[in-house]
């Protein structure tokens, strides 16, 4: 809840230039992130799921993932799925599960600020909610039906493609 705080301070005290220039570097790092957990894990096997310094990497990981979720949602998934794919023991689809629960919370305290503040419209959030609780449904059926590794390609390409379209455009 504090990290999403945080990231909505940060979007409402920022300036829109600023944020055009951060978004794709956000992106980008949460892609290549994400592309590397598989080999960052390899590096950490001989580290115990249980061993503290995972379980602060989580913690920690998912409160910057928070913040950025409070300032810019897009591409939090990819985020959150390697902050939990270096510190957890599961396949992506469970981790899916987690990434499914963590994002509502970060995204429900973000609008529920940009809402109190005046600076979303309630009707599009409703019609916003709607959406992503079809596409998140529809997506983690997909997900179940896929292998992992088609699932990981999927993701990459989405995030480098967004990460690529964002730089020219910004």
Sequence with gaps: MLGASLGCALLLLGSPHL??????????????????????TKRLAHVDHAHRARR????????????????????MGILLLAVMAL????????????RSVLSLIINVIAAAIFIFRGHLIVD????FLIGTFIGGWLGAMLILRLSPNVVR???IVVGAVTTIRLAITA
């Design 124 to 127: 599009a959030v409703y019609m």
């Design 153 to 155: 390609v999927v993701i």
């Design 87 to 98: 510190s957890l023991p599961f396949e992506i689809q469970e981790l899916q599960g987690l």
């Design 19 to 40: 944020f055009a220039l951060i978004v794709p570097w956000l992106i980008g790092s949460g892609t290549l992130l994400f592309a590397m957990s598989p080999l960052i």
């Design 56 to 75: 602060w990497g989580l913690f920690v990981g998912v409160f910057v993932v928070a913040i950025y979720g409070g300032y810019f949602g897009a591409g």
